[in-house]
């Protein structure tokens, strides 16, 4: 089923019942890349997947990350949940995640952030402002092997050619101007300052192969958050959900268990 949300600018899919679990995708991906673990997760909650601002058919905003992250939360607030969302958030949907638990801190229960962090190195910036160069003179096809590089270690992309095929089409589907703007927002973030006061729950993850955001970002990002577990997932790049799902379920299912018992030590 489909939802139209924040006035209808957001649109979003819903599958399954319960507490409400929300998953915001990555930059480089789009709401399929949490396929593989949908089903499961729809057997305990009401899973949500929307198209973040500017991705698919959810409306573009102007005004940075903040912007994208207020869009969000009065999205999360259509759903009108008592008990509170839980927000989980892989890459950019990480960052959106974070950025929106800060401006608005009593809406999301509990945090999942896959491949996250305060802030990135000066390589890593610079690794965004060059995209967005790229993106701005050739369009996104001039940078879709380096996309997928940052998904995918090599030796993945090489044993599963029909996913890869299916990821390339997905990322070039992106708006280039919103990709641009993103990797803008990116190359400047510093959450730093205010992340010492969030309380919110939070479960970092990170693949042990991310080159997109390194397991030193979640190291950094679990030595300020207040109440935040860490967990570095073993043979995983950036988007450990299509990697390995069996093994990133398994990886949240004790976080998640206060939110829904019976998940806790079931595999997909």
């Keep these: 089923m489909n939802l139209a949300l924040s006035d209808g600018r957001v649109n979003a899919s819903v599958t399954g019942t319960g507490r ?50 207020d869009r ?52 890593g910036r610079e690794a965004f402002r060059a ?13 879709v092997d380096v996309a997928m590089r940052r998904l995918f270690a090599p ?17 070039l589907r992106t708006d280039p101007q919103v990709f641009q703007d993103a990797c803008q927002a990116l190359a400047t973030l510093d959450l ?14 990170v693949g042990e192969h991310d080159e997109a955001t390194p397991p030193p970002m979640s190291v950094e990002l679990a030595g300020i958050l207040p109440n935040v577990r860490l967990r570095v997932l073993p043979n995983c790049a950036h988007v450990p959900q299509l990697q390995s ?10 976080f998640l268990a206060d939110a829904a018992p019976a998940l806790a030590g079931q595999r997909a």
Excluded: W
């Design 245 to 254: 799902p069996d093994l990133f379920l398994d990886a949240m299912s004790d």
């Design 72 to 123: 969000m939360a009065d999205a999360l607030r259509d759903l009108d949940d008592p008990d509170g969302p839980i927000v989980l958030g892989n890459g950019y949907g990480g960052f959106v995640a974070l950025q929106m638990a800060v401006r608005h801190p009593r809406l999301a229960s509990r945090l999942i952030l896959a491949g996250c962090g305060v802030r990135f190195s000066e390589p």
């Design 155 to 171: 030796e993945f992309q090489a044993a599963n050619p029909g996913l890869m095929a299916e990821r390339r089409v997905a990322f």
């Design 20 to 69: 409400t679990l929300v998953l915001f995708h990555s930059l480089l991906a789009d709401g399929a890349s949490f396929d593989r673990i949908v089903p499961k997760l729809a057997t305990r909650f009401r899973v949500l997947v929307p198209e973040l601002p500017g991705f698919g058919g959810s409306a573009a905003v102007g005004g940075g990350l903040p912007a994208v992250a």
């Design 192 to 205: 730093t300052a205010e992340l010492a006061l969030l309380a919110t729950p939070t479960l970092a993850m």
């Design 131 to 143: 995209m967005a160069r790229a993106a701005a003179a050739n369009g996104l096809s001039a940078i």
